[in-house]
C-alpha cells in the first residue's frame, strides 16, 4: 500500500487510513489527515524531507517518516 | 467592596489553533498595554490586559498559547490545556473566545467543537472571512451558530468591521453570566483520542456542506471573470471545496523550489545574520558610550571610596552590560517577527529540518542558532518557537558554544598578536577558519549531547515535524513592533535584574580589599591615574587571589594568574577581557594607542615562577581556542536559567564547556609544542 510519503510532485492521493500505532498519528489528524481526504504533494525540500502536502486548502509540512503513516487508497 | 467587585470581574480567555487570527483579535481588544505571566513552574507564557476601557466591558482576557487541540501531548501542551480549564492565578474562564480561520473551517473547527462538548461557554469568531471572499465564498453565521450550538461572530482583524457585534455577544454573555455553570466543564474525553478526533471531523465535513455560501450569486458579470469565477469554483467544489491558496501556491513554486528555494532561504537567513550585527552595532556602541561617559562622570565628581566605585563600576557599568544587548535583542525580534507574520519562517524551518534532525534538532532550531552568533541571550529566548521540549533544550543548550559577537575583540586582539605585522589578511582568514571551527564542534557536541539526552533532559517526547505553512502575507507592522517592544521589555526586566546582581558579585570580587591604592600618582592625566588605581586594585583583590589561587590549573596550559584574573572577570561579559588584561599588565596609557602598547607588554610578558615567555603562539592559540569552546558569559547563564526553568541546564552548559574550553586548550598548546611551534 502506498503512502504519502511516497507521493512524486503534484501527485494527488486519496487518503485510505491513519496508521494509529504512530506516535504522531493523533498529531496528524489533528492537522486534519483524515480517510477520504484528498491530498497534493507540493513541494520537497532540497533534501527530499520533509514535504509540503496540501490538506483541506493548507499546507503542512511534514517528515517523511511521519507522512508515513498516511496510508493512501 | 473593591475587593469584592475585583473578584468578579470576568475572566474572558482567548483559545485558537495558530495562525488562526487569535493574537490580532487580543491586539484589537486589549490595545498594547498587556503583561506576561508565566505559568508557574514553566516556561509557558500568557498575555493578560483589561479589556480597553473605550469598548465598555470590565473583563479580564487571556491570551492563551497556539493548540490544535483539548488533547495535549507534550508537556508543553498539557500546561496550556490545563490552564484552559482552570489557569492558577485567574481561576475557570467564564467566556471563551476562539478565532477560527474560516479558510480554514475544516480543519479549526476541531477545537471550538471540542470545547462546546467539553461544557466552555464558547463564542466562536471567524476570521479572515475578507480572504474567503476573495475566493468568492462566504460563511452563514447563523447556520454555523445553529451547527455548532454556540454564538458564531465574524470579525474583520484589519477594518475592525465585526467588533461591535462581538463585544455586544461578549455584554450580553456577561449579563447572562449567572446561567453558566462553570461546575459542568468536563475534562475532555482523552480515551480512544484519535476515533473521536475522526468522529469530529466527519461531523465538521457535514457541517461546511451547509454553510459555506457563494458570495453574490445572482451578482451580474462579465463573461471573462465569470469564466474565471467558474474555473475556480468548479476546481475548488471538485475538491470538496478546499484547495490552497493561489498566490501562495505560485510564491511557493520560487520560495520552496528544491535548489533555489534553499539558495534563498540561506540569503535570506544570511541577510537576518548580518544585520543584527551591523544594524544593531552602531546602537550598541552608543549604549556603550553613554554608560562609560555615565561612569566617568560619577568617578570625577564624587570623592573616590568604595561607594564611588559600586555606583560607578558596580551599578552604571553592570546596567550597562544589560543595556548593550537590547538593540541585538530589539532589530533580532523585529526581522524574525517580520518574517513569521509574513508566512515566510515556517518555510525556512522546513528546508532546514533534515540536517538538524540528524543531531537531535529540529528545523525551528536554526533560527536560534544563526541569532546566536550575534548574541547567545536574544537566541536562547527565540528558543520558544521550537514546540518540542527535548529540542528546545538541546538547543538553548548548544547555543553558547556559537562564536557570539561579544567574542571578536579578544579574536581581534589575539589575531593581532599572532600575525606578522605585513600580513595582515592572514588575519581574515583565521578568523574565517575561528567561525568555521564553531560551527564544526557545536555540530559534533550537539551530536555527543543527543546521545546522553535521555539523562540530561527528562522530557520524554517523540521527535516530530509537523508545521502549517501558513497564508502568505503582508506583514502587519504594528502587532510586529508591540511584540517585538514586550520581548525586550521581559529581557530587560527579566534577565537584567540577575545579570545585575551577578556583575556586583564581580565587581566585589574585583575590588576588594584593596579599594583605596596609596600610589604616586604625580604628573599623572587624571585618566592614567585612575588606570594605575586600578590596576593596583585587580592586583591586590580578591579576584587576583582566585587568579592565584587557580594558577596550578593555569599553567599546564601554558597561562598564568593574570590571565586567570582576565578570564574570571571577563565572566562579567567576554569584551572585558581586554581591558582587563591591559589593567592585570600595567598597560596605563588612555588612548588610542593602548592596543599597540597592549601588544607590546603581552609580547614582554613572562610567567613570573618560571620565567618563560607568557604569551607565545602555542599559549595565544591555546587562548582562542579557549574562547571558542568556553560559557564565560554571566548574561547567559542568567537566561538559560530562565528559559529552561531550572538551574541543571545552565550548570551542566557551564560545567561541560568549561571544562571542554579547558581540555581543548591543553591539547591544543601542548600540541603545537610538541610540534615545535613554541
Known amino acids: 500500500m502506498r503512502t504519502a510519503a511516497e507521493l512524486n510532485y503534484g501527485e494527488i492521493g486519496i487518503i485510505s487510513e491513519i496508521d494509529s500505532s504512530h506516535p504522531s498519528s493523533k498529531r496528524i489528524i489533528e492537522h486534519g489527515f483524515t480517510p477520504g481526504q484528498t491530498i497534493e504533494l507540493i513541494n520537497k525540500s532540497i533534501f527530499n524531507d520533509p514535504i509540503a502536502v496540501s490538506v483541506r486548502g493548507t499546507l503542512i509540512a511534514i517528515r517523511k517518516c511521519e507522512a508515513g503513516c498516511i496510508k493512501l487508497k | ?678
Open chain 2, 1 to 678: 467592596m473593591k475587593t469584592n467587585v475585583d473578584v468578579q470581574i470576568p475572566l474572558i480567555t482567548l483559545v485558537g489553533p495558530p495562525n488562526s487570527g487569535k493574537t490580532t483579535l487580543f491586539n484589537i481588544l486589549s490595545g498594547k498595554n498587556y503583561k506576561t505571566v508565566n505559568y508557574p513552574g514553566s516556561t509557558v507564557e500568557y498575555y493578560t490586559s483589561r479589556i480597553l476601557s473605550r469598548y465598555n466591558i470590565n473583563a479580564e482576557l487571556l491570551d492563551s498559547p497556539g493548540i490544535v487541540s483539548l488533547i495535549p501531548e507534550s508537556p508543553d501542551e498539557k500546561v496550556a490545556v490545563d490552564s484552559l480549564y482552570s489557569h492558577p492565578k485567574l481561576g475557570v474562564p467564564d467566556i471563551l473566545l476562539t478565532t477560527v480561520d474560516s479558510c480554514q473551517l475544516s480543519r479549526h473547527l476541531l477545537l471550538p467543537k471540542q470545547l462546546i462538548s467539553a461544557g466552555f461557554n464558547v463564542i466562536v469568531v471567524l476570521t479572515m472571512t475578507d480572504i474567503l471572499a476573495k475566493r468568492g465564498k462566504k460563511v452563514s453565521e447563523s447556520k454555523l451558530s445553529k451547527e455548532l450550538n454556540c454564538d458564531v461572530v465574524i470579525v474583520n482583524g484589519r477594518s475592525k468591521k465585526g467588533l461591535e457585534n462581538l463585544l455586544e455577544i461578549i455584554n450580553s454573555k456577561i449579563d447572562r453570566l449567572n446561567e453558566f455553570d462553570k461546575n459542568k466543564i468536563t475534562a475532555y474525553n482523552s480515551g480512544e483520542n484519535n476515533k473521536t478526533s475522526l468522529g469530529i471531523f466527519y461531523e465538521i465535513e457535514e457541517i461546511l456542506k451547509k454553510v459555506y455560501e457563494p458570495l453574490n450569486p445572482d451578482k451580474k458579470i462579465d463573461l471573462v471573470s465569470a469564466n474565471k469565477e467558474l474555473k475556480v469554483l468548479k476546481e475548488e467544489f471538485s475538491n470538496d471545496g478546499f484547495s490552497p491558496d493561489e498566490l501562495t501556491l505560485k510564491i511557493d513554486r520560487i520560495l520552496l523550489h528544491r535548489f533555489w528555494g534553499f539558495v534563498i532561504f540561506l540569503l535570506v537567513m544570511g541577510l537576518t545574520f548580518t544585520s543584527i550585527f551591523w544594524l544593531a552595532r552602531p546602537l550598541m556602541i552608543l549604549v556603550d558610550e553613554l554608560f562609560t561617559d555615565l561612569n566617568s562622570l560619577v568617578v570625577q565628581n564624587f570623592k573616590p571610596g568604595w561607594f564611588t566605585y559600586l555606583v560607578s563600576d558596580g551599578i552604571i557599568s553592570g546596567t550597562g552590560s544589560v543595556l548593550v544587548f537590547v538593540p541585538q535583542i530589539f532589530i533580532l525580534f523585529l526581522v524574525l517577527g517580520l518574517l513569521e507574520d509574513s508566512g515566510y519562517l515556517a518555510r525556512g524551518a522546513m528546508l532546514i529540518d533534515k540536517p538538524l534532525s540528524k543531531i537531535g534538532l529540529n528545523g525551528r532550531s536554526f533560527v536560534p542558532m544563526i541569532s546566536g552568533y550575534a548574541c547567545a541571550i536574544p537566541a536562547i529566548i527565540a528558543a520558544r518557537t521550537i514546540p518540542n521540549r527535548k529540542e528546545r533544550l538541546l538547543t538553548i543548550f548548544i547555543i553558547p558554544l556559537m562564536s557570539c559577537s561579544a567574542r571578536l575583540p579578544v579574536y581581534a586582539l589575539l589575531i593581532a598578536y599572532l600575525i606578522p605585522k605585513d600580513k595582515s589578511w592572514l588575519g581574515g582568514i583565521i578568523l574565517g577558519g575561528i567561525y568555521l571551527f564553531s560551527i564544526l564542534t557545536s555540530v559534533v557536541v550537539a551530536f555527543v549531547i543527543n546521545k546522553f539526552r535521555k539523562k540530561i533532559f527528562t522530557a520524554e517526547e517523540s521527535s516530530s515535524f509537523i508545521l502549517e505553512l501558513p497564508t502568505y502575507k503582508l506583514p502587519k507592522l504594528s502587532s510586529v513592533i508591540s511584540h517585538t517592544y514586550n520581548s525586550s521589555k521581559q529581557y530587560i526586566f527579566r534577565a537584567g535584574p540577575i545579570i545585575l546582581g551577578f556583575s556586583l558579585v564581580l565587581w566585589f570580587l574585583t575590588y576588594f580589599p584593596h579599594i583605596s591604592p596609596q600610589i604616586e600618582t604625580n604628573g599623572m592625566s587624571l585618566g592614567q591615574k585612575q588606570n594605575v588605581e586600578r590596576s593596583e586594585r585587580l592586583e591586590k583583590s580578591y579576584a587576583a587571589d582566585l587568579g592565584k589561587f587557580i594558577e596550578p590549573i593555569m599553567l599546564p596550559i601554558g597561562m598564568d594568574w593574570r590571565i586567570g584574573v582576565s578570564l574570571i572577570s571577563a565572566f562579567a561579559a567576554r569584551e572585558v577581557f581586554v581591558s582587563s588584561l591591559a589593567l592585570t599588565f600595567k598597560v596605563t596609557t588612555d588612548d588610542d594607542q593602548s592596543q599597540n602598547t597592549l601588544l607590546n607588554s603581552l609580547r614582554e610578558a613572562k610567567i613570573q615562577s618560571t620565567g618563560e615567555k607568557l604569551f607565545t603562539t602555542a599559549t595565544t592559540a591555546g587562548l582562542i581556542v579557549f574562547f571558542i569552546f568556553a560559557l564565560q558569559c554571566l548574561s547567559t547563564v542568567a537566561v538559560s536559567r530562565k528559559e529552561t526553568g531550572g538551574w541543571k541546564i545552565p550548570i551542566l552548559q557551564v560545567l561541560i564547556f568549561t571544562s571542554l574550553a579547558y581540555i581543548m586548550t591543553f591539547i591544543t598548546v601542548n600540541g603545537l609544542r610538541f610540534f615545535g611551534v613554541q
